[in-house]
């Protein structure tokens, strides 16, 4: 009998704990024993949907059908009434097996149909200029509807949209959210949420938010992303170094031509030996994807 | 037969109930979105404070991050404040861990978060967690382990909970301060926590004017459901939201690190005012314009402090000071930036 390679004792490890987390209803939460949730479920189905046992793939795709409320958007969970951010998360991830499927159509309308917080006078638009310096006319897309936009839900609805192969009926709404990425870049290059400035000082980028926008800029508009970007995002994915961080930092790396290994050392040391990265489902499917073929979804050329 | 008459008396009658009801239309619509009855029981609220007892507030002096100094401080902080008997109970420690940047205090110190975990133990707490969700870090790990808080907590082996990702719950937001809500989402712990201690640092807010153990409490909004930074919160208002934070939480206690505060541009960017301060007491208003007080602002120079106030959302009239006195303490930090 052959013994399994490291690499694959990783995968078996992994598969395992994500067995372990999987819940009765199908559903993957932030941790063990948490309530089922649309990011951690749509994450662990979008890294690993090839690896996992069918029926927990089943059971898990049909959970992510199963929340999608009437009006077509998700919200936390099934029990959250009100539609919101992680519908592009489910998008993403229900788009893999069918991009024209009834539920990813729903789920991309509720996307182009959530309302943005939108200034409604001039007095009010300067303010904002003033204490901000960000041009508050643009739209990206918000946490919640009828809120402010921020970088990360922007970043993951046009990566969304780009997965339900939405984005050609849509170039001006897509236009103008790249112009809010472009807009809400930091001074020296990179992200934070959204404010690059405040109160007459300079905010620093984080990785979180940089990872998201360089993945979706590459996928959507290369030329937008600057040499600074990349880093932005070297540096504060190292200076934050957890999981989550590096894990998004060397998937948009890697999706734009740029190696750090050193990054993917950092990652790999910090799984635990149950296989999981810090216990969350939704880190390890992160982590996942990083280390085995990065971002899922490629740039259609 | 003769149409009746409308008599002087009448007519003044009338005069008086349209007063009455107009008044009454013009209140209602003074008073939205919260609306008249709400806004009166928050001003007959604020007036009973003025006939109630004290609230007492133990300050600290001359303090600084040695453990054992700490300790004994603390210990006696707690007790000349007459807080409440924690034994048994399921407690909910909340530092501000709102981000992290080298050579900047804007953190609660983790000796004092450790501190407040050896005196809770020690007072027979029966389950203690540290708490917190950024508000610009989607990982709080990080945070956590930078700033030395993760050593702390791990020596004395209590939990840390990201209470961005906590298992979120709705809950009523009580007493009219998010209208138009039917619900708040917040994370499990906090709901199922007997007591919070709000353990804040003591700086500056360039939004807020402070930010101390009432603002603190931004930090328990679940970045899951509100987003980063916690957005809902200004949309609501940053007065109404912590105000109506502090009202929808079990109860909440505070202790104050201004051991080293924050001047300037906080709550991220100021600069580090050696004050060798602790503030601790039952009642989250009246420790905070406490302590405002020490930084050389008058409560009515915060709005969330004179709402307070105004709101009886604490105590905020009658105030007792023990352990150092407030003039000793005084300094004036250089305001934020608007």
């Given amino acids: ?301 | 037969m003769a149409a009746p008459r409308l008599t002087r008396r009448a007519l003044l009658r009338l005069l008086l109930l349209a007063g009455i009801g107009g008044g009454l239309a013009i209140a209602e619509r003074r008073t939205r979105p919260a609306g008249l009855r709400t806004f009166l029981g928050w001003i007959l609220r604020g007036w009973r404070r003025r006939v109630e007892p004290p609230a007492v507030v133990a300050l600290g002096a001359s303090l600084s991050y040695d453990e054992k100094l700490l300790r004994d401080a603390l210990a006696e902080l707690w007790s000349q404040a007459g807080m409440p008997d924690v034994a048994g109970k399921r407690i909910l420690i909340k530092p501000n861990l709102i981000e992290w940047i080298e050579g900047r205090p804007l953190v609660t110190a983790p000796e004092v978060v450790g501190a407040v975990i050896d005196l809770l133990r020690a007072r027979g707490a029966s389950e203690i967690v540290v708490g917190e969700g950024p508000g610009f870090r989607r990982d709080a790990g990080p945070v956590v382990a930078q700033s030395g808080l993760e050593a702390v907590i791990a020596r004395r082996n209590i939990p840390f909970i990201d209470l961005n990702y906590d298992d979120p719950q709705p809950v009523p937001p009580r007493d009219g301060w998010f209208p138009g809500r039917s619900h708040l989402w917040l994370p499990r712990h906090v709901i199922e926590a007997d007591l919070i201690v709000s353990v804040a640092k003591l700086k500056t807010h360039h939004w807020a004017g402070v930010t101390l153990s009432l603002k603190n409490l931004f930090g328990v909004i679940p970045g899951i459901c509100y987003g980063w930074p916690k957005n809902m919160l200004h949309v609501n208002g940053i007065t109404p939201s912590i105000l109506g934070l502090k009202q929808a939480l079990p109860p909440v206690v505070s202790v104050v690190d201004g051991i080293v505060g924050m001047e300037g541009d906080g709550p991220l960017f100021g600069t580090p005012v050696p004050h060798g301060m602790l503030a601790v007491g039952r009642d989250p208003l009246a420790v905070d314009i406490t302590c405002a007080r020490l930084m050389g602002f008058e409560p009515e120079e915060i709005e969330h402090l004179s709402w307070g106030i105004w709101a009886g959302i604490g105590q905020g009239v009658h105030i007792e000071i023990r352990g150092a006195s407030i003039q000793a303490l005084r300094r004036r930090y250089q305001r934020p930036p608007r």
């Avoid at chain 1, 204490?131 to 990566?159: F, Q």
């Avoid at chain 1, 880093?231 to 190292?238: F, T």
């Avoid at chain 1, 894990?247 to 740029?258: S, W």
């Fill in chain 1, 1 to 301: 009998m052959t013994r399994p390679s490291p690499c694959r004792l990783h995968e078996i490890h992994t598969l395992e704990f994500l067995k372990r987390a999987q819940n009765p209803d199908g559903g993957w939460g932030y941790g063990l024993q948490r309530r089922s949730m649309t990011e951690p479920t749509s994450a662990v189905l979008l890294a690993m949907a090839e690896l996992l046992e069918r029926p927990a793939v089943a059971a898990g795709r049909a959970w992510l059908q199963r929340a999608q409320h009437r009006d077509g958007g998700w919200g936390l969970d099934p029990e959250d009434p009100d539609s919101s951010w992680p519908t592009a998360w489910a998008v993403l991830t229900l788009a893999r097996w069918d991009p024209a499927a009834l539920e990813v159509v729903r789920g991309v309308r509720w996307l182009l149909q959530a309302p943005v917080l939108r200034l409604q006078t001039d007095e009010l638009m300067a303010e904002v200029y003033r204490s901000l310096r960000i041009d508050p006319s643009l739209r990206g897309w918000p946490w919640r509807p009828g809120e402010a936009s921020w970088v990360e839900p922007t970043a993951l609805t046009l990566l969304a949209l780009h997965a339900a192969s939405a984005t050609a009926e849509q170039g001006e709404r897509i236009a103008e959210a790249i112009r809010y990425l472009s807009d809400r870049r930091c001074q020296g290059g990179g992200w934070n949420f959204g404010n690059p400035f405040m109160l007459g000082a300079y905010l620093p980028p984080r990785p979180h938010p940089t990872a998201w926008a360089l993945l979706a800029l590459h996928i959507l508009a290369p030329p937008a992303i600057r040499p600074e970007d990349i880093e932005a995002l070297r540096v504060e994915m190292h200076r934050d170094g957890g999981a989550m961080a590096l894990a998004l930092g060397i998937m948009a790396l890697e999706a734009i031509g740029v190696e750090d290994r050193e990054a993917r050392e950092r990652l790999t040391a910090m799984q635990r030996p149950d296989g999981s990265w810090e216990e969350s489902p939704y880190t390890t499917a992160l982590a996942w994807m990083a280390l085995h073929g990065g971002w899922p979804w490629r740039r259609r050329d």
